[in-house]
Structures are given as structure tokens and as C-alpha cells.
């Protein structure tokens, strides 16, 4: 969105390694055209359980009709560095996406401001809650309402592999609050062209695994 950040908070800088997406197996339904994408989430500002939940399955259906499954891992919060011993640990590669939620990003003139809701880079996407609750307080829709569409629009840059916007669906720049009165919050889906484009990516990243993985066995 307009109000994102290109700058990061000095919390995670050891899980930006490098490329994204986790897929390519056919998804749990038995649906041979959606594709798995593995989302790592680090709830660094304590966001409820039961709004983090109500958000995390508004940004699946979000990619769900994009054709891709969303199977989302909830990771224990070590350092500030990250638990370099979390099971989590042990799957993070290039084939993984990393959410996480902070409580504000730190001021930066001319970067960040109260209204930046996050960022996006490499295989990590950034939520502020600060933005969340902020929005939430002008009456625009619940927390949860607002954080599930953030969380979706951040990973889709990430799948999308490009810091452009749209102007419609759920990478337009800025929300309002007819977009949420659409029921059921039909405003946030993403473009035929974007379905595609993120779909290609979650492929190509799981090849790059798959890769990897062969590399490494040799």
C-alpha cells in the first residue's frame, strides 16, 4: 500500500534469506489445481488468538481464489533474532514465506510514519498493528477485518515479486470502508493477472526448493 515501509524494524533481520513460496503439491482438499504455500508466522506483537485466527482465514479465502492454499505455522518467539533452536528453524529455506506481525514500526522521516502498515522483502512480510488498530478505531471494521486483508496484500507482494499496486482488488494502495461492508469482503481478491503471476511463483520458488534440496544431497 501507499503507506508501506521499504525499511524493516531491527527485530528479524536474520530471516530475510532470500527467495519465497512453498508449493507445488496438490492441496489438502484433494483440489489438483491449488497449490500449498507454507506462511511462517511470528506474532512479535501479541496480537489475540482468536482475532489472529479470524485474520489469518480471511487472508486464506483471499488466496484460496487465487488458487493457492494457504497453510499457515504459528513459531515460538525466541530473541530478538529468533530462536536459532524454534522446529521452525529447521523448515525455513527458500521455498518459505515468513509473516510477522509487530507492534509499530520505528519512525524514519521521509520512510515510516504511524500510517504504514508494512513492508515487504525477500521471503519476509511485515505487519504493523499499530496500522491495524488505527484504522480499526476510525470505525472503518474490526482489527481482525483489517488484519486479514493486510496480511494477504503483504505476502502478495512478496508471491507477486513486484512493489507495484492495482488499481482494484486487494493491492489497490488504499482501502475504504465500502470494501469492507461487501460481503463476504469481496473487494479484496486479487486480479485474474495477479492470480496467475503469484500462482507461476509459488511453482517456480518450489522448484527452486526442490533444487536445493538435490544440491544438497550430493
Excluded at 493457492?68 to 523448515?91: H, K, M, Y
Aim: aromatic share 8%; glycine share 8%.
Amino acid at each position: 500500500m501507499s503507506r508501506r515501509s521499504q525499511i524493516l524494524p531491527p527485530l528479524f533481520s536474520l530471516w530475510i534469506v532470500g527467495s519465497l513460496a512453498f508449493a507445488g503439491s496438490q492441496g489438502r482438499d484433494g483440489d489438483s489445481n491449488k497449490l500449498q504455500q507454507s506462511v511462517f508466522v511470528y506474532n512479535y506483537a501479541q496480537v489475540p488468538a482468536n482475532s489472529l485466527e479470524r485474520a489469518k482465514r480471511e487472508a486464506a479465502r483471499i488466496f484460496r481464489q487465487a488458487g493457492v492454499e494457504i497453510v499457515w505455522r504459528d513459531c515460538p518467539l525466541g530473541t530478538a533474532e529468533g530462536s536459532q533452536n524454534s522446529a521452525c528453524e529447521q523448515f525455513i529455506g527458500p521455498a518459505t514465506l515468513l509473516l510477522r506481525i509487530v507492534p509499530r514500526f520505528e519512525y524514519a522521516p521521509g520512510i515510516t510514519n504511524k500510517q504504514t502498515l508494512g513492508s515487504s522483502v525477500g521471503n519476509l512480510a511485515t505487519v504493523s498493528f499499530h496500522w491495524v488498530k488505527d484504522e480499526a478505531a476510525s470505525g472503518i471494521a474490526t482489527p481482525s477485518e483489517i488484519l486479514g486483508p493486510a496480511i494477504a496484500h503483504e505476502l502478495g507482494h512478496l508471491l507477486l515479486g513486484r512493489r507495484r499496486h492495482s488499481p482494484i482488488g486487494i493491492m489497490r494502495p488504499r482501502w475504504s470502508r465500502q470494501d469492507f461492508q461487501r460481503s463476504p469482503l469481496g473487494a479484496f481478491i486479487f486480479t485474474s493477472e495477479e492470480a496467475n503471476l503469484i500462482c507461476a511463483g509459488v511453482r517456480s520458488r518450489a522448484q527452486a526448493q526442490a533444487d536445493k534440496v538435490e544440491l544438497s544431497s550430493k
